[in-house]
């Protein structure tokens, strides 16, 4: 006997649910992949989303510059799976291929786009304020930042922030750093204020270009300080001529001669303020210098230098560093 019809509509039935059920997974994985899939954009873009702007603005921008394909589907799946939290103002990069997903996260994080202003260790102020005035996108004028206020470093910063804000983070994370590493000072050092200390890092920090070296330089100036003697550093003597910039040239007599408040070969004791902006190592050099009984050094060709407790030693030191020198055609 055939099967009653009833039961032919009943698996029939079963087939359309099925379907339909496959279709609504294969529609959810398709919305699942446009939210979160890979994005039409082929290069990296830039968007900048205005203070106060809504959602809806943001996603007409990120249309415009074809980050995304819709600004009306972005906005849709957002509200559905964006969560509540609202997005930021701010410039955004994003990269090629960022998923929509990606997109919102971001903003909503206000993760926006870091540019970065360096000061590099030794970079005297007048240098710094030039790359400043010259870093793309930060607004406002500003002084030159006082000699040795400010610590070298990498600053973040974001499109619109005023140079002196950005100053002023970099003369807090100078003073941070000055204290910490105040605190943590050896005994009975040459130097007894902080300023003092960021004085002779200044010093430490342009006579040496050698990491391992820093700690035994600051011995040496210490002792001289100690014993009353002259520092006799060169770039004191640069320093007043150039505000730090390089001289270009070799160092003339009457420079040597000079007086003035900076010239550790016609004074005793520290200059009257910093010569450059010291780095973290140098502070710290200039704080917990080097247990040393030497008081001279010269270049050893190499780099570094090499170091001497007596005057009879020194000169025999600088006698091979003129002979060098003549090898290898640099003077007569």
Known sequence: MPPPPVRKRGRAGCVLLVAALLLAIAGGLGVVHLWGGRGPSTANTTVIVPVGASLNRAADELEKTGTIRSARMFVLFSKLFGGSEPIKA?????????????ILKLMQGG?????????TPGMPSILAYEALMKADHLTGDVAVPAEGSILPDSYAYNRGDTRQVV???????????????WARRSPGI??????????LASIIEKETGKPSERRMVAGVYSNRLKRGMKLQADPTII???????????????SEIDAVNDYNTYSMVGLPKGPIANPSRESIDAALNPERTNSVYFVADGTGGHVFAETLDQHNANVAKWRDLRRARGEMQ
């Open 90 to 102: 701010g410039e955004y990069r994003f990269v090629a291929g960022q998923s929509q997903s990606d």
């Open 190 to 199: 040459a130097v007894s204020t902080p300023e003092q200390a960021v004085i």
């Open 167 to 181: 100053v002023g983070r970099m003369q807090k994370a100078m003073r941070d750093y000055l204290a910490a590493a």
């Open 239 to 253: 320093y007043p001529i150039t505000r730090g910039k390089p001289l270009g040239r070799r160092i003339l007599r």
């Open 111 to 119: 993760r926006t786009l870091q540019r970065m202003v360096t000061v």
